[in-house]
């Protein structure tokens, strides 16, 4: 409960920025939903559910700010291989409560993976390949201890692994303790992935309780049409013209990067853009990634944003997950094999930690991609992500191979075309999704705090704020940003509206 009373306080410290409130109620009042100046900030998900939203919603002047030279902002579908791979968001998680599959359901977008990633080959870094009944055992027993109750709130995930796993496993078939402490590194790791962290210790234990599961088939794939076909559902766009914007045509604005969104005026807002313009506005909805406001929230924002806003920006996280794309002129991997996750015994990983390759210990799993036979995808995360942007194409898959050589019991050549993700290192996005941790918790903020709009004294928004970071039970997916935009929307209607009944 302390938490939402932080955001209703932080509404109304954002309302002293107004000084004349009897002419901002003259100007608003002659304003409408076919008048009203709305600039929506950013392209991805979140950014073209709201501007979509609006115009649904009878809102005649909607324009997008885009800082990229395309519009999907973490999500990115290109052409690779034999058809499209996504260098960003890659599946629809779960069916029920998902606001994704809602939409797509019925238009043959979506295909079931099934059982087709989920039994990854486990194999040590002396090419020892375990056999299905010791991994079952493993997985099962760390999967068993995640935490499910809400009497578990407190404290880390890693925290509470670490604390269950043991007891779990000393209730299996008995299994080699030294193969089982690999594999619940590999494990973290794997679940890192899950919240872009470094390490499962600044995880918040109740932000994984908080965060509500969409039942249903976890991994929907978009199949040779990428997750960027759901955009063009949204903007009720053409699947097959690539130009094509539907409903946005000609309201979005790309390669326009903001250095100021000045909201000081009691009259209308100000957006500086990189190359010298400025553009007026009623409203704005800013959609940019957590990573950028962290950034340059200090420069942008003028006057200075609330310091509840602050406080959740400082205390949110934003981490990287990274993908490795790798096309051959035949599948590598045995017929029998779907992928690999990767265990390290203790003395070679020692080794690694001491030469230029360390950055492979974040590498956790490849597998098979699907409906590209040739291909094989990767996952790499953290700080070892990070300084894997830093290297070159031909370091990056030099170092590969090395790691092939190390773990598996037969051949992988070099490949033919390689493909890798960069997102902490783009200034447009300077990482891949949010989560919350620890801190997060004992600052008592969250996606509440950054969710809250800019008031004027006349309960007018003038900044809103959407994106995955802002979702309080949907964090870290396409879903959750999609809800965040609609939210916004929303709130925008919902004003217009009720001024029409005064």
């Known amino acids: 409960m302390k ?8 509404w109304n410290c954002n309302k002293v920025y107004v000084k004349n409130t009897s002419r901002t109620l003259e100007i608003m009042s002659n304003k409408t939903k076919q008048t009203a100046r709305i600039v929506v900030i950013g392209s991805g998900p979140s950014g073209i559910a709201a501007a979509t939203r609006l115009i649904d919603q009878g809102f005649k002047n909607v324009s997008i700010l885009e800082a990229e030279n395309r519009i999907g902002g973490r999500i990115c579908t290109v052409p690779f291989g034999d058809s499209v791979v996504d260098k960003g968001a890659q599946w629809c998680h779960g069916e029920s409560g998902n606001v994704v599959y809602s939409r797509v359901k019925d238009l043959n977008l979506l295909h079931r993976t099934g059982d087709a990633l989920k039994t990854m080959t486990l194999v040590r870094s002396n090419k020892q390949v ?9 997985g099962s027993a760390f999967e068993s201890s995640l935490p499910t109750t809400p009497n578990e709130l407190n404290g880390s995930l890693g925290d509470h692994l670490t604390d269950n796993f043991w007891k779990a496993l000393s209730a299996s078939p008995p299994v080699d303790k030294t193969i ?11 679940r890192c992935s899950f919240t872009a962290s470094d390490h499962l210790f600044e995880v918040s234990r109740r932000a994984h309780l908080e965060f509500a599961q969409s039942d249903g088939e976890f991994l929907l794939n978009w199949k040779d049409k990428g997750y960027k076909s759901f955009l063009k559902v949204l903007m009720n766009a053409k699947l097959n013209d690539a130009d094509d914007l539907g409903v946005l045509n000609g309201r979005v604005r790309l390669s326009k990067r903001l250095t100021e969104i000045n909201y000081a005026s009691d009259e209308q807002l100000k957006l500086r853009c990189e190359d010298g313009e400025v553009i007026t506005a009623d409203h704005v909805i800013c959609t940019v990634s957590l990573g950028v406001l962290k950034a340059v929230h200090q420069q942008l924002f003028v006057p200075a944003l609330p310091e509840a806003k602050v ?13 490795f794309y790798l096309e051959f002129a035949e599948q590598p991997l045995p017929a029998d094999w779907i992928g690999a996750n990767f265990l390290w015994l203790e003395e070679d990983l020692d080794e690694l930690r001491g030469t230029e390759r360390f950055w492979l210990e974040g590498v956790f799993g490849f597998h098979r991609v699907l409906h590209q036979p040739r291909l094989l995808q990767g996952w790499i995360i953290g700080e070892h992500a990070r300084y894997m942007e830093t290297l070159t194409e031909e370091e990056v898959i030099e170092g590969l191979l090395w790691f092939f050589r190390k773990f598996l019991p037969f051949n992988v050549p070099h490949p033919q075309r ?17 989560s919350r941790t620890n801190y997060t918790d004992e600052l008592r903020t969250g996606p509440w705090d950054l969710a809250t709009p800019l008031l004027d004294a006349t309960g007018r928004p003038k900044v ?14 396409v879903h959750g940003a999609t809800e965040t935009g609609w939210r916004e929307a929303d709130r925008l209607n919902e004003y217009y509206s009720s001024r029409n009944k005064l």
């Open 418 to 434: 390689f493909l890798r993700t960069q997102w902490t290192s783009n200034p447009n996005f300077r990482g891949s999704y949010s």
């Open 311 to 323: 406080r959740a920006i400082k205390g949110l996280k934003i981490g990287t997950v990274n993908k």
């Open 464 to 477: 809103q704020f959407a994106g995955e970071a802002t979702s309080k039970t949907h964090f870290s997916t």
């Open 3 to 10: 938490s939402f009373y932080v955001a209703d306080k932080s």
């Open 130 to 138: 375990l056999n299905n009944e010791t991994a079952f055992i493993l």
């Open 180 to 190: 089982a402490k690999e594999l619940f590194e590999t494990g973290k790791r794997l």
